[in-house]
């Protein structure tokens, strides 16, 4: 994987900070930056997509005055 790659996906997991104000709201933002982040990496989008939800919805869960 190049260093370009692996750059942009840091920067697209960046964005897994930004919560909903819902549980679905969390998990399809999640989603979005995980299959980004997938498809930039050429990996598999459905397993992005849902690690991106699983991690989102957990960070906001965990720590709801750090989400906005």
Do not use: H, R
């Amino acid at each position: 994987m190049s260093i370009k790659s692996l750059s942009l996906a840091a920067v697209l997991c960046a964005g897994l900070a930004a919560c909903g104000d819902t549980i679905a709201e969390q998990s399809l933002g999640g989603a979005a930056v995980g299959a980004g982040a997938a498809a930039v990496t050429s990996g598999s989008l459905l397993q992005g997509a849902a690690i991106g939800a699983a991690g989102n919805v957990a960070y906001c869960q965990l720590n709801p005055g750090k989400c906005n």
